[in-house]
């Protein structure tokens, strides 16, 4: 008696599309919010679109560059009233 041994081919295409986690849609284009680290497709990318879990932590990081930005041109004007 002989035996075939057919190995079967995993075919990805049905599990391996990542999937919008906003919108649930199959894109393959996804990009990860660098605030939650979740993968959204480019309509659900901006954070007050997939409501991001972490828009606190972002409000946050940009107010302090905007301090900071604000200091930095705070000093330059102190320097030219000097001069
Ligand atoms: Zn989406
Ligand atoms: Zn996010």
């Known amino acids: 008696m002989r035996y075939v041994i057919l190995k079967k081919k995993t075919i990805y295409s049905n599990h391996g599309m990542p999937r919008c986690n906003c919108c649930r849609k199959k ?14 497709c480019t309509i659900c990318l901006a954070v007050e679109s997939h409501q991001c879990a972490n828009i606190e932590s972002m409000k946050e990081h940009h107010l302090k560059k905007l301090k900071e930005d604000l200091i930095k041109h705070k000093t330059v004007g102190v320097k030219v009233i000097k001069i």
């Open 27 to 40: 894109n393959h284009l996804l990009m990860s919010c660098k605030w939650c680290v979740c993968d959204f």
